[in-house]
């Protein structure tokens, strides 16, 4: 570690007074108190948040659009981005100027656009580490374990059950309304092929008091990297909910054309009204993987289970490890997906899974 690194102590929460950056802000206050910063747009809320912390976390008035010409990244060793951002100009200056990096983001165009400056990243000793909550993340490192599991995989099936009775954060629902009425990539057998999403449902079993539940497929990004970074010819990630009915319901509006109501601004804003306090549901998630290939030349499955509650909170344990990490050890530079970097037993606040 060079000089100018280690003297590096700032660690910047972009969102940080968020559903989601509060939480990772707390926890690293309370490891590195006085070097972690709550950043966002309004410094009244970073600062009524920091207050709420004894100090150990400091408030920082911060425009993501306009940040990385700002000056603020000096003497930062870490930013840890809980917002979706428009474009990738303050990743970019991150990675150029040798901070380290990692983003809860699941938006694919922002997660492709950010492994372009792999290159950059190398250059100055930053390692960005992208996709790091639940899914992706979460999803990531437990395809991992599955396809561990097996000697070749051919495919991999992942699903998510989400409780509609949590509390998400605005930017997540806008981002799961917002993809309710879209098309997008998949691989399958090492091709590309395009899809919709909430279309080709899949009865997938939860077990337990979850049972059975048709999941329908969704644009997360991980079965886009998953492909590249485990060598696996077909991923694809579904989506379904903990009231039976959401799922279905959804469903029948891609197929009956309701959904483009969506591209009108007052139905848009009603569904992310909606789903921000629909009552009914419960913090539930769960995520299940199976892994199809083979061991000892004959056809095999693993499969990786793993329940919590209150996703947000999940998505802070995945990020706050991988953050940790990058504070604690030296890691290669550049830009990866979670799984290229680590594995389920580095993550200790995340817990077992099942198999």
Known sequence: MTEARAAREKIIVVGGYGAVGSLICRELGALYPGRVYAAGRSLGKAERFCRSTGGCVLPMELDIDAAASA???????????????????????????????????????????????????????????????????????????????????????IAIMLGLGDHHGRAAVEWTVDNLDTEFDVMQGGKRARVRSFTDGRTVDFRGKLGKRKA???????????????????????????????????????????????????????????????????????????AF?????????????????????????????????????????????IEERLEWSAMKRLGAYET
């Not at 656009?113 to 996709?131: C, K, M, N, W």
């Not at 996703?311 to 990866?336: F, I, N, R």
């Open 71 to 157: 000056g603020l990244l000096t003497d930062a060793r870490l930013v840890v981005m809980c917002l979706d951002q428009r474009q990738t100009d303050l990743v970019r200056a991150c990675l150029r100027n040798g901070v380290h990096y990692v983003d809860i983001s699941a938006n694919v165009s922002l997660l492709s656009q950010a492994e372009a400056y792999r290159d950059e990243a190398i250059a100055s000793g930053a390692t960005a580490i992208l996709g790091v909550g639940l899914a992706p993340g979460v999803t990531n490192l437990l395809a991992l374990e599955a396809h561990r599991r097996l000697e070749r995989t051919h495919a991999i099936e």
């Open 216 to 290: 329908y497929r969704y644009p997360f990004s991980d079965q886009l990297s998953l492909p590249r970074t485990l060598g696996v010819p077909g991923v694809s990630t579904r989506l379904t909910f903990d009231v039976g009915a959401a799922a279905g319901l959804l469903a029948f509006t891609r197929r009956t054309g309701l959904q483009k109501l969506l591209n009108w601004k007052i139905f848009r804003n009603i569904a992310i009204s909606a789903f921000s306090n629909i009552p009914l549901g419960s913090e539930r998630f769960a995520v299940k993987v199976e």
């Open 293 to 337: 290939g083979e061991i000892g030349g004959s056809e095999a499955t693993a499969e990786c289970l793993f329940y919590g509650r209150r996703q947000s909170e999940m998505t802070a344990k995945c990020a706050l490890d991988a953050a940790v990490a990058l504070c604690e050890t030296e890691m290669p530079p550049g830009v990866y997906s």
